[in-house]
């Protein structure tokens, strides 16, 4: 390892007790990770701070015992418990009390309190090229893609030491080599009104994934004017069934004004793409059969307030029969408190959950059933987290099974 002066200063035993801990960790996976030497990151969003059992507690605690102090501007990643709505999720005392000093000690490090997998829905929108040191999946490969920052899939608890020492692991994504295309999907063969569908978007994403693994794609064809939120769905996506942290969209994406600048003069492998291999991958994304459907679950990745007002106008001022839970930021429950939103949703009977999400925290019946979800990461962690079964449609599907009390789905695009 090649280490400046100010990161060697930091491992000697003069350091900062909790300097000295963070980088050692930060030094050691760079080893790991056959990288030579750190880079310098601006920004941190941090996914460890949702519980998974008592040894994460004692490791955040044990940092912020020390006096640590995060040296970036850091946002944190849903916890496990609903702060705003407690009564939300299903746990015991010891639970809630382990989960609840996990926040408690990231707050104390100096974290801020987004509680959201979508930070750059809250402000934190790093610049093209900037390098900052990102975890949880779909923010990542949304940072990569869509604003066309630096970051790699960083790990639990490897993130908070970046954001202490305000350093990572230089390999991988930082890098200029490994963010050219090798794959170039071609969706010009897809009828225009499919990509004019929200629910395509996630569907690609579940493709793109289980189709290119971890490499970089660049995709050729979409429309010009496709949007984040849809870009967000395809990312979350990809970033499920496999393991992108970066892809591309011709014209659109920030490193992509052609197939060839994605490419960056490297051969990349072509893959055509058809309605018989989309219509596959979104079959897919359901593993219940029948029109049984006991419960809708949105905002993975946390739901926009442009996604919000969507659900809003498409109830219509209908009351919904089965439960529905929407997952989305504080921050973005406050915008729409101000504009209505909030209280139309809640008055057609939406259940709003906040700083957390309902596959990663016990928030659905215990009883289990069916899930119905327009989210390719919800159906993909669903069962195996939740042990419900689930269904995929698209958002007005979703608002249509919710307000019938049966699965209600139109057909007509996926034939």
């Known amino acids: 390892m090649q280490l400046t002066a100010e990161e060697q200063f930091a491992l000697e035993e003069s350091a900062p007790p909790w300097l000295a801990m963070a980088m050692r960790i930060v030094v050691e996976a760079a080893c790991m990770l056959g990288a030579r030497s750190l880079t310098p990151v601006t920004g941190a969003h941090v996914d460890g701070c949702l519980y998974h059992g008592d040894a994460g507690v004692h490791f955040v605690e044990r940092l912020s015992t020390l006096g640590g102090r995060v040296t970036v501007p850091t946002s944190l990643n849903v916890g496990a418990l609903d702060l705003i709505h407690p009564e939300v999720v299903r746990a015991d005392a010891h639970y809630r009390e382990m989960a609840s000093r996990q926040m408690r000690a990231y707050l104390a490090l100096g974290c801020d309190a987004t509680w959201t997998c979508a930070p750059y829905q809250v402000g934190r929108r790093p610049n093209v090229g900037e390098r900052v040191a990102w975890a949880e999946s779909n923010a990542v490969v949304f940072a990569n893609s869509v604003l066309g920052a630096r970051t790699n899939r960083n790990g639990d608890f490897l993130d908070i030491c970046c954001a202490l020492t305000g ?19 071609d969706v010009t063969a897809l009828p225009s009104a499919l990509l004019d569908e929200d629910a ?6 579940a493709w793109l994934g289980a189709e290119v693994g971890a490499a970089v794609a660049v995709i050729d064809g979409l429309p010009r004017t496709v949007s984040e939120d849809r870009l967000k769905a395809l990312g979350a996506g990809a970033a499920s069934s496999g393991a992108v942290g970066l892809f591309h969209v011709a014209g659109v994406t920030p490193e992509a004004p052609t197939v060839e600048a994605a490419c960056g ?6 893959v055509q793409l058809d309605t ?9 994304l359901s593993t219940a059969t029948g029109e049984a459907v006991s419960c809708i679950a949105l905002g993975s990745p946390h739901f926009s307030i442009a996604e919000c007002r969507a659900l809003a106008a498409l109830l219509d001022g209908r009351r919904v029969v089965l ?11 406050d915008a729409l408190a101000a504009d209505g939103v909030r209280q139309a949703l809640e008055d057609a ?32 962690y669903g069962p195996a987290n939740t042990g419900y079964a689930t269904v995929f449609g ?3 599907d979703c ?3 919710a307000v019938a009390g049966r699965l209600t789905r139109d057909e007509t695009l996926w034939r």
């Open 394 to 396: 698209s958002l007005a």
């Open 399 to 401: 608002v249509e099974t």
């Open 265 to 270: 003069g490297i051969s990349a492998r072509r």
């Open 276 to 284: 018989a291999a989309i219509r596959a991958a979104r079959d897919a």
């Open 200 to 205: 395509f978007y996630p569907v690609l994403g």
């Open 349 to 380: 009977g939406v259940r709003f959950v906040v700083d957390t999400c309902v596959v990663v925290t016990p928030v659905l019946d215990a009883a289990g059933g069916v899930m119905m979800t327009n989210s390719a990461k919800f159906a993909h």
């Open 323 to 333: 439960p529905v839970h929407l997952c989305t930021a504080r921050d973005t429950l």
């Open 167 to 185: 350093r990572a692991p230089l390999y991988g994504l930082y890098l200029d080599e490994n963010r050219r295309a090798s794959v170039c999907v």
